[in-house]
């Protein structure tokens, strides 16, 4: 949450980093500000409350002349969203301005104490607190800029990406992180970009470093980058070549990044399975996991942490992976798993999975089970994000940058991860027969093909969003490997929607939710052809004998389900274990049509940011 972007080089930074800021808005939204040097070497700080259009507006007529400067886009954690709490913030003198993606925990006896030394605040942020710390430092210690950085981020205890630049300084760049990810682009004149993901830094240079856990840069244009970290090592920038390219950031013909990242799914799951999946040879190949495959096989069990969307995709690889693969699997909320003393041991075998790579409480759910000798894998979308880098092994998704909040073809590509992963222990172990494996396998590659067939149909979907879309509430019923896709796709709803929604395995409406149930009340039911599809059907009667309203996901040419619902949305015919690639497609549909409907922001929903680097 929150994005960062900096620039040095010979070019004027202010574009260069209100279009940075644009990229990584999906970050937070809550408001956005620039530090810019100007020629005479003021430091100038605009901010505002809002977006970064209202960023870009507030400056029009400002001096934004200067070829350093910083800039940020916030997702509120301490102070409400107002111009003051905004980014940057100035050190008490003005001669320092930073910007920060994180936590500091300790801000309140820092503050207290830079307090009792004359300091005083115009925010009640805790980066306001951080500058100023810096401040004092370089006052009392008489050291330059890099050192006050690195003196003051021993003494905090949080998260942080920072970007800073000093007066004192003018030619000078300092970065640093730890918890929160920060990337550096290397220009290709001597220039530097500076950012918390590189999708700002594509367009400029794809060679990048990632700086790791605690690690300060000093950047200045036209000399090498120095890294130390905050105990004062010297460490040598590692350049990586980045592989993503622009198109995949723009909205390519689409109204909004969700409804593109929604149609892109037929490729995205292919793209997860290219290279992977050889029904042709019986084989599937995880390069990235290949070494431990046998450690997974003789796990006591595999845990799955994950939180929101990932943490679905957890579930659905828990069905897989026990029905395949007989392989004991828990699945946990990473929020939980970190603070509940879990017993794990070296046996254990945890896979993480994110889109991001940065969501704090998995990535605090890793070092967890890591300090406790489990072997950790991950499933992420983001090359070389943090999560990608802490774990001992991992797959990637390689869905493809996903740039609206509400996660999709992310969702859908950690699920064709796990199919995959399932599939492979099953062969290994012998736990499916070699016949079985291979119609399964032959199943799967057909699948994009199904999802691209499904995205077709969009008509039936507009008149059901169109019928419910001033509902103020919703239930989403499924059972065994569709109860996941019922709760994501009440997620779904009301993260964009901002309607209540919830979601239910189909048999537990008795215990409780049912009492919900009249004239008024959709309930979205998977009701596919699986081994539990009659009680599905009776599960349905019980609501409708209620006069509830039934959107029912079934197979194509189901005619006995017809007289019974009130909506159907057909899939394609395909395996049990498949359904949930498909199922899911026409709910995030159904959601993003009444979001537009309800006039909602669907790519940037109120409250939300994509990568939640806060715990
Ligand atoms: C919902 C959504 C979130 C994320 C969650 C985890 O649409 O996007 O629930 O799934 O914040 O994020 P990652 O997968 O980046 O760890």
Request: charged residues 25%; glycine residues 6%; hydrophobic residues 40%.
């Given at each position: ?45 605009y901010?505002?409350k ?54 500091i ?11 009792k ?67 550096i ?9 500076i ?17 790791d ?103 659905v ?10 392989i ?18 070296e ?5 993480a999975?994110?889109q ?167 309930v ?20 409708k004998?209620?006069?509830g ?65 806060v715990?």
């Amino acid at each position: 949450m929150c994005g960062i972007v900096a620039y040095i080089g010979q070019k004027n930074a202010c574009p260069i980093l209100i279009n940075g800021l644009k990229r990584l808005e999906y970050r937070g939204y809550d408001s956005a500000g620039i530090a810019l040097f100007d020629s005479e070497q003021n430091l100038n700080v605009y901010k505002t409350k809002g977006k970064v259009s209202d960023l870009e507006n507030f400056i029009k007529d400002k001096n934004t002349e200067g070829k350093i400067g910083i800039a940020h886009t916030r997702w509120a954690t301490h102070g409400e969203p107002n111009d003051v709490n905004a980014h940057p913030h100035y050190s008490q003198s003005k001669d320092i301005a930073l910007i920060h993606n994180g936590i500091i925990e300790n801000y309140a006896p820092l503050r207290k104490e830079l307090e009792k030394r004359g300091f005083t605040f115009q925010s009640h942020t805790d980066t306001e607190v951080l500058v100023n710390l810096i401040e004092d430092i370089q006052q009392n210690e008489k050291v330059d800029l890099f050192e006050a950085v690195r003196i003051a981020l021993n003494q905090v205890v949080g998260a942080y990406a920072i970007a800073i630049i000093s007066k004192k300084e003018p030619y000078t760049l300092i970065v640093a992180r730890k918890g929160s990810p920060l990337v550096i682009g290397i220009g290709k004149e001597g220039d530097y970009y500076i950012a918390s993901d590189a999708t700002p830094i594509i367009e400029h240079t794809r060679k990048v470093v990632y700086l790791d856990e605690e690690e300060i840069a000093l950047v200045q244009r036209n000399t090498d980058i120095c890294i130390k970290t905050i105990k004062n090592e010297e460490k040598t920038p590692y350049v990586h070549e980045l592989e993503m390219n622009l198109q995949e950031l723009e909205k390519g013909g689409f109204n909004h990044f969700m409804l593109k990242e929604i149609y892109e799914q037929a490729s995205s799951i292919r793209d997860s399975m290219r290279g992977r999946l050889h029904p042709e040879t019986d084989t599937i190949s995880l390069g990235g996991i290949s070494d431990y495959e046998q450690k997974i096989l003789r796990a006591d069990r595999i845990i799955i942490v994950g939180c929101g969307t990932s943490w679905h995709a957890g579930l659905v690889g828990e069905y897989l992976l026990e029905e395949l693969a007989r392989i004991h699997v828990e699945v946990e909320y990473a929020s939980e798993f970190r603070y509940r003393n879990p017993i794990i041991s070296e046996r254990d075998v945890v896979i993480a999975i994110s889109q991001s790579g940065e969501t704090a409480d998995t990535l605090a759910a890793i070092r967890l089970a890591k300090e406790k000798g489990a072997t950790i894998l991950g499933i992420c979308n983001v090359v070389g994000s943090s999560i990608a880098r802490e774990t001992h092994a991992g797959v990637y998704t390689h869905a493809g940058p996903e740039i609206g909040v509400a996660s999709t073809k992310a969702f859908t590509a950690q699920v064709t991860v796990l199919t995959l992963l399932a599939l492979r222990l099953a062969q290994l172990k012998a736990s499916i027969t070699k016949s079985r494996f291979k119609e399964l396998a032959i199943e799967l590659e057909s699948i994009p093909e199904k999802v691209k067939q499904l995205l077709k149909n969009d008509e039936q979907i507009i008149k059901i969003a169109e019928r419910f879309k001033d509902t103020r509430n919703a239930i989403y019923l499924g059972r065994g490997i569709n109860f996941p896709i019922a709760l994501e796709g009440a997620l779904k709803l009301k993260e964009i929607s901002y309607i209540h929604a919830e979601g239910y395995p189909a048999a537990e409406m008795k215990h409780g939710p049912i009492a919900l149930i009249d004239e008024e009340m959709p309930v979205v039911v998977v009701a596919t052809s699986q081994r539990i599809y009659e009680k599905v059907i009776s599960n349905i009667q019980e609501i409708k004998s209620r006069k509830g309203k039934v959107i029912a996901i079934v197979t194509e040419g189901n005619q006995q389900i017809k007289d019974i619902v009130d909506y159907i949305i057909e899939i394609p015919c395909t395996e049990e274990l498949f359904v949930p690639l498909l199922a899911t497609i026409p709910l995030q549909k159904m959601s993003y049509h009444i979001a537009v409907m309800r006039g909602c922001n669907v790519d940037q929903p109120r409250n939300l940011a994509k990568s939640v680097t806060v715990e």
